[in-house]
């Protein structure tokens, strides 16, 4: 079955750029979407088709995704961005099953 | 407005069984494929299951084949996840979420989740 691996954690200070990476094998011809999740709360799409943002999403959030690597990158970062992020592709060829990465947390020191 | 109530969740004994629903409003559910995503707790996103519009299409983890159903209701709004011999490791908030009019969408809507606890 097709794996995503995400780093656990990755800090930042406010107002510098967070990068988060997924990566998974040839991931680079799958499209990648990212979610945001703050404690106690929903899921929420903030990048979808590997660089789309969401109505509602900052323009702060951008996605990249080449060769077998995705990155969810976080400009400007403030306090409120910190939250668990997940990247999550189709596994078309396993009977079209999601897949979502392990998770990172986002601390903004 | 998009919305996803989920609803049916609580505390199940191990080889029991339970039933969510999710009702949606706010947009047309005939559609979309609609899915379940859980998470265990202090842990990641798991998709469950996926249902296609007509329902003619439904796919699902590994570790639920054989235990779990996804179903739908297009005349009622409804989505249901049918949960059987269900186990500790079936702990978990369950999320509905709306997963685009494509087989391999986005979850652009998710509901607030039903937490499902398995145990004695």
């Known amino acids: 079955s097709y794996v995503l691996t995400q780093p656990p954690s990755v800090s930042v200070a406010p107002g510098k750029t967070a990068r988060i990476t997924c990566g998974g094998n040839?991931?680079?011809?799958?499209?990648v979407h990212w979610y945001q999740q703050k404690p106690g709360q929903a899921p929420v799409l903030v990048i979808y088709?590997?660089?789309d943002r969401p109505s509602g999403i900052p323009e702060r959030f951008s996605g990249s995704n080449s060769g077998n690597t995705a990155t969810l990158t976080i400009s400007r970062v403030e306090a409120g961005d910190e939250a668990d992020y997940y990247c999550q592709v189709w596994d078309s060829s396993s009977d079209h099953r999601g897949v979502f990465g392990g998770g990172t947390k986002l601390t903004v020191l | 407005e998009v919305q996803l109530v989920e609803s049916g969740g609580g505390l199940v004994q191990p080889g029991g069984s339970l039933r969510l629903s999710c009702a949606a409003s706010?947009?047309?559910?005939?559609?979309?494929?609609m899915s379940w995503v859980r998470q265990a707790p202090g842990k990641g996103l798991e998709w469950v299951a996926n249902?296609?519009?007509?329902?003619?299409?439904?796919y699902y983890v590994d570790s639920v084949k054989g235990r779990f159903t996804i179903s739908r209701d297009n005349a009622k709004n409804s989505l249901y996840l049918q949960m059987n011999s269900l186990r500790a490791e079936d702990t978990a908030v369950y999320y509905c979420?709306?997963?685009?009019?494509?087989?391999?969408?986005?979850?652009?809507?998710w509901g607030q989740g039903t937490l499902v606890t398995v145990s004695s």
């Open positions: 706010g947009f047309t559910f005939s559609s979309y494929w």
């Open positions: 088709y590997d660089s």
């Open positions: 040839n991931i680079g011809s799958k499209s």
């Open positions: 249902i296609k519009q007509d329902g003619s299409e439904k």
């Open positions: 979420a709306r997963s685009g009019m494509a087989a391999a969408g986005t979850f652009d809507y």
